[in-house]
């Protein structure tokens, strides 16, 4: 079966949804006569017709909201982020209205938010955000950030199926440059279970999304370098985070270094260090490090970028002042 | 398609101050029979007597949380609500039990809702009248304004897109038209077509913001216009002009001619809560609206002039006082929620979420719970005062 790509993954979840269940519906900016600004949605428009894939106003309230009273009639939509920085616009609706829905008034929200999210990608301070953090805060929602094209695919379905909201971040760095060869069949990857990316003993890192890469090519340098085997443990739901797999991976090496693209101040790097922390002291030879980005709005010139986002050498250096504790 | 609303009469000028009651509106010819027309009464007799318990269960500290009036405005909640089919979905905000009690809850959930019952319709997770049921058709609200508009923008969205006749009503207060939400979910309903009715009680305060900081929109149906969309205007404590006003946006709405903004003018005489004390309204305007504007009272007058005989109304006062002692001997009667219950159902995947490690085994952590204390100025001493 012949390579796609990350984004191809994504729309061929889409057209497979919709294809089997008439309740599945699209909408957000853009979306149907252009197909998205990034041609997620390209074609959808033509084989469904507009009742099914909706352009909408600019209004991420009102379409997170209309979502969700459209969830609560039995309809399961799909919202686009234009850019998934524009989901702040709708963070009371995600938070205040969606995320309580089921709790308060046991009223089911079964939608999916999905939007380009991250960066390495020159688009300054507002086309480049990573705002999971904020979301995996709150109970209700869940997150999932995928960094493989059969991830991509496999998690879109089931975050479709989900009877709750799932926030589905798509990494744009990642649309184009990651194919993958989708497995045969209905193809629905668990929510809430991590991919172990690359087996290791000396160190572990943790990661999601396009850190994935930079992580697995600091552990070939690694490797290659120092004679060092270190495993990388791709997240992919980061509510729930897979808890299991983490401690697995920290109790097989005992080292553990967490990354990702994220801010550092409350991002997940806090959360996962704590987590391994209450749960897994005893296991560590060394304290948890973080490589993140710096507590900036990300900038716009490449060299600005770049110094503020986790790049593949911080990753080796952090790895090996790990190793040498 | 009709892009202006009905209502072309409403005074341009200055607002309509608060101060002055509506002048009551030529009476028509009501087009509902005489068993509709006592069904109204008892919806807003109950309304009331029902708040009026309420209100005794609070000052003897049975009502966990704050308590919620809607005095004076019965009459806008209940003539709007009856105007739609069983199979239609309202969205009520805090001064609309009138219109819940139309589609169908009943006073002991609301008894037991405000008791914070374990057997609550939320099992003591929300307060008040924060809570819904899309059996009956009606969707619980949240607490920032606004936002039950673009979430019943895609209730209707779904009625449209199965091609079901059935309509949506939303309800939102002069302040809830400031927001961004109220904005961008009528937007989307009227490009969308959605089969939607929003219905803005204008009832003076917003809290404690009279309407003139609110908008300097003369009256709340200009607004429509700019949204493409049809208008109706109504006195709101005229229950039958309330009626007709929703029943012709309902219609519009279920003959696929899309939103309709429908504007209510009453007033609100009890403070945003229990607690508030008016400190900030016009000496004397309350007492005004009582004296001059109770919808109740109007109601009543009209219905003896239309030769309704005054056992049929004393019947009904019966009825509502007896139904209010039997829910209020219930919902006293009820539990309060097993602490357990509150990690239960964040998803439906996982079905509940463990206790943390400190609370493993236990099913109560404090010997006796405290008491909200005043949120407001209700129990303030007076400033300057010692």
Not at chain 2, 73 to 79: H, I, S, Y
Not at chain 2, 147 to 153: C, F, G, S
Not at chain 2, 154 to 183: I, N, P
Not at chain 2, 296 to 320: F, K
């Amino acid at each position: 079966m012949a390579e796609i790509t990350y984004l191809e993954a994504i729309r061929e979840a889409l057209f497979e949804e919709m294809e089997r269940d008439a309740d599945v519906f699209c909408l957000g900016e853009d979306i149907g006569a252009y197909g998205g600004a990034f041609k997620v949605t390209d074609g959808l428009l033509a084989k469904y017709g507009e009742s099914r894939v909706i352009d909408t106003p600019i209004s991420e309230i009102g379409i997170v909201g209309a979502a969700a009273g459209a969830a609560h009639m039995g309809m399961r939509p799909v919202v686009e982020m234009q850019f998934i920085d524009f989901i702040a616009n709708a963070y009371d609706m995600l938070t205040n209205y969606v995320a309580t829905a089921r709790y308060r008034a046991f009223l089911p929200c079964p939608m999916v938010v999905r939007g380009p999210s991250g960066g390495y990608v020159r688009g300054g301070p507002f086309h480049s955000q990573n705002p999971e953090a904020g979301f995996v805060h709150t109970p209700g929602l869940k997150v999932v950030y995928p960094s493989t094209a059969e991830d991509a695919k496999g998690l879109l379905k089931a975050a479709i199926r989900d009877d709750d909201c799932v926030l589905f971040f798509e990494h744009k760095y990642l649309y184009r440059r990651i194919k993958g060869e989708m497995p045969g069949g209905d193809h629905v990857v668990p929510i809430g279970k991590a991919r172990l990316a690359r087996e290791g003993d000396d160190l572990s890192i943790i990661t999601y999304a396009a850190t994935v890469y930079k992580a697995l090519e600091a552990a070939e340098q690694l490797e290659r370098e120092d004679g060092l085997s270190v495993e990388v443990l791709d997240l992919r739901s980061l509510a729930p985070l897979d808890d299991d797999a983490i401690d697995a991976t920290v109790k097989k090496t005992n080292r553990v270094l967490i990354v990702h693209e994220d801010t550092r101040t409350g991002g997940l790097a806090g959360e996962i260090t704590a987590r391994i922390n209450e749960r897994c002291f005893e296991w560590l030879d060394a304290p948890v490090l973080r490589v993140t980005a710096h507590d900036v709005p990300l900038p716009y010139a490449p060299s600005l970028e770049d110094f503020v986002l986790p790049q593949t050498a911080d990753i080796v250096l952090a790895a090996r002042r790990l190793a040498a504790y | 398609m009709a892009r202006t609303g009905t209502k072309t009469s409403g005074g341009r000028g200055a607002r309509r101050s608060a101060a002055a009651p509506p002048a009551a509106v030529e009476e028509r010819d009501a087009t509902l029979s005489e068993a509709q027309r006592l069904d109204l009464y008892y919806w807003m007799r109950l309304t009331r007597s029902l708040e009026e318990r309420l209100v005794n269960l609070y000052r003897q500290t049975k009502v966990v949380g704050g308590l919620f009036r809607s005095l004076g405005q019965e009459a806008d909640a209940v003539g709007s609500a009856y105007a739609l089919r069983r199979e239609d979905v309202l969205s009520p905000l805090i001064r609309n039990l009138g219109s819940m009690l139309v589609k169908g809850t009943t006073p002991v959930e609301i008894l037991k809702q405000y008791m914070a019952k374990g057997d609550s319709p939320t099992r003591g997770r929300e307060l008040n009248i924060h809570f819904g049921d899309t059996e009956r058709g009606f969707i619980g609200q949240i607490s920032p304004l606004g936002d039950m508009v673009p979430v019943m923008a895609g209730v209707t969205l779904s009625f449209k897109m199965r091609g079901q006749s059935r309509v949506g009503l939303v309800y939102v207060g002069d302040g809830a038209t400031s927001t961004g939400a109220f904005h961008e979910g009528i937007n989307f309903a009227a490009v969308q077509r959605c089969p939607l009715v929003v219905v803005v009680e204008s009832n003076g305060y917003a809290y404690s913001t009279p309407t003139s900081k609110q908008t300097l929109a003369a009256q709340f149906v200009d607004k429509a216009p700019g949204y493409g969309i049809a208008a109706e205007q109504a006195d709101g404590n005229d229950v039958i002009a309330t009626y007709e006003a929703t029943k012709r946006a309902v219609d519009r709405a279920r003959r696929g001619e899309g939103v309709t903004l429908v504007e209510l003018v009453t007033y609100r005489r009890k403070g945003h809560a229990e607690h508030d004390n008016q400190s900030y309204v016009p000496a004397g305007e309350i007492e005004r609206w009582e004296r001059e504007n109770d919808p109740i009272t109007r109601y009543l007058a009209r219905l003896r002039n239309e030769g309704v005989r005054d056992d049929a109304l004393a019947a009904i006062d019966a009825r509502v006082a007896r139904e209010i002692d039997e829910a209020t001997d219930i919902a006293e009667r009820s539990g309060v929620p097993d602490a357990l219950d509150a990690l239960v159902g964040v998803y439906a995947d996982p079905p509940a979420e463990r206790p943390l490690w400190y609370r493993e085994g236990q099913s109560a952590v404090v010997d006796v719970h405290e008491r909200a204390q005043g949120w407001g100025t209700y129990d303030a001493p007076a400033r300057g005062a010692d």
